[in-house]
């Protein structure tokens, strides 16, 4: 066990690194963050923080030395990054749990090797599989493109509506590696965060639906208000990815339920995720103290809801006509705001979110909308 006092590493600035971060200093622990970015949320409350690129080795050997355990909060950290920072110090999780999920091809091909239904895709290399795509029909149109790496919040991705804009949109992505989806006729998504040991113990966060707005979370409800059964599937597959990875740490699963009540894997992310920001104000453990808790060696915290959430994120977009109105949110006592310190507001760029905690989520949703709304200056 990693016991309160030692150094824990966090790759990645942001705000779930912040969050993290918080976790780590309530129990005790100190954090180093290793991000490029002078100003990141994490950095500014960290105990250090390396400034640098994430395959700068002077910076990983010094996270290295001075960290009981690396951990990460942004799936995009090469993972050769992690592989290297294994031969000075413990790496939760290991790199190629973060590989596997890294990439939307190795992530799919992952998945369905499981068992476990996506939905339908094919995999674009090349300018010659777009043909041979179209020609398969294994996908139907209307399709996403989306770039096999580094995308994020809906970016690198392109709505695709027959396969004559195929071709245009895979020089738009800049003729990488893509995956052509077929686009799902949704009921809902739903989203599993899952803590595991080392020893292989797991334990899931209550299923929560989510909305999106332009590819971007826009709101979690929790728990769920789908079926028992839906809601048991879920859990149980976010389990299968979890523990095939070999994860440890906290992950979490995005799924699609269509229209017939299938339930289709969309992601896995290898670290905590928005859908579980909840967590932070109904439930007796936060998926961020979760994580510390699993990095370190530590028994689970109760994932116990003492309350039903809403959760809204607040994106760069509410700030374009200047600061949002905050007294009707401030004035609502079961309402929690978190802000994360950025400092310059861009559409999409997450800045915090509010959550509405009560008895039962039906209510709630109706008034964290109404708070939303009035929070545009
Ligand atoms: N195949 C699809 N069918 C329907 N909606 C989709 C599909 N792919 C993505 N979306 C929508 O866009 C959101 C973001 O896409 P996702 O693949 O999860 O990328 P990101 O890595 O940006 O989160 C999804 O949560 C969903 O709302
Ligand atoms: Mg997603």
């Known amino acids: 066990m990693i016991l309160p006092g030692a150094t824990l590493g966090m790759l990645g600035g942001g705000q779930l690194g912040r969050l993290f971060t918080r976790a780590a200093h309530e129990l005790g622990y100190r954090v180093l963050v290793l991000d490029p970015d002078p100003h990141s949320p994490a950095g500014r409350i960290a105990d250090g923080h390396l400034e640098a690129p994430y395959d700068d080795d002077a910076a990983l050997q010094e996270l290295g030395r001075q960290c009981a355990v690396v951990t990460?909060?942004?799936?995009?950290?090469?993972?050769?990054?992690?592989?290297?920072?294994?031969?000075?110090?413990?790496?939760?999780?290991?790199?190629?749990?973060?590989?596997?999920?890294?990439?939307?091809?190795?992530?799919?091909?992952?998945?369905?090797?499981?068992?476990?239904?996506?939905?339908?895709?094919?995999?674009?290399?090349?300018?010659?599989?777009?043909?041979?795509?179209?020609?398969?029909?294994?996908?139907?149109?209307?399709?996403?493109?989306?770039?096999?790496?580094?995308?994020?919040?809906?970016?690198?991705?392109?709505?695709?509506?027959?396969?004559?804009?195929?071709?245009?949109?895979?020089?738009?992505?800049?003729?990488?590696?893509?995956?052509?989806?077929?686009?799902?006729?949704?009921?809902?998504?739903?989203?599993?965060?899952?803590?595991?040991?080392?020893?292989?113990?797991?334990?899931?966060?209550?299923?929560?639906?989510?909305?999106h707005r332009g590819g971007i979370l826009h709101r979690s409800v929790a728990p769920a208000p789908v079926a028992p059964a839906l809601a048991e599937a879920a859990r149980q597959a976010a389990e299968r990815c979890a523990e095939a990875l070999d994860f440890v740490g906290v992950m979490a699963v995005e799924f699609f339920v269509d229209d017939a009540g299938r339930l289709l894997v969309n992601e896995i992310a290898p670290r905590t995720h928005n859908s579980g920001h909840w967590t932070l104000d109904a439930c007796v453990t936060s998926q961020f103290e979760q994580q510390v808790r699993m990095v370190c060696g530590l028994p689970f915290g109760s994932n116990a809801q003492h309350s039903a959430a809403v959760m809204i994120n607040l994106l760069g977009d509410l700030w374009q006509d200047g600061e949002p109105r905050w007294p009707d949110l401030l004035a609502d006592a079961d309402t929690k705001l978190h802000l994360y310190g950025k400092r310059t507001a861009r559409p999409g760029r997450k800045m915090g979110h509010f959550t509405c905690v009560g008895p039962e989520s039906g209510p709630l949703l109706a008034r964290a909308e109404a708070l939303f709304d009035r929070l545009r200056p």
Request: proline fraction near 5%; charge should be neutral.
């Open 72 to 211: 990460t909060e942004f799936e995009n950290v090469p993972a050769a990054t992690l592989e290297r920072l294994a031969a000075w110090c413990l790496v939760r999780p290991h790199a190629a749990a973060v590989r596997t999920t890294q990439n939307r091809i190795r992530e799919k091909r992952f998945i369905r090797s499981l068992g476990l239904a996506t939905a339908p895709f094919a995999v674009i290399e090349l300018a010659a599989d777009l043909a041979a795509a179209a020609r398969a029909r294994a996908v139907r149109f209307p399709a996403l493109l989306k770039r096999a790496e580094l995308g994020y919040d809906g970016k690198g991705q392109l709505a695709v509506g027959t396969a004559d804009g195929l071709a245009a949109a895979f020089r738009e992505l800049g003729e990488v590696p893509c995956v052509l989806e077929e686009k799902v006729d949704l009921a809902c998504e739903l989203s599993v965060v899952v803590a595991r040991t080392a020893d292989g113990a797991m334990l899931p966060f209550p299923v929560t639906d989510n909305a």
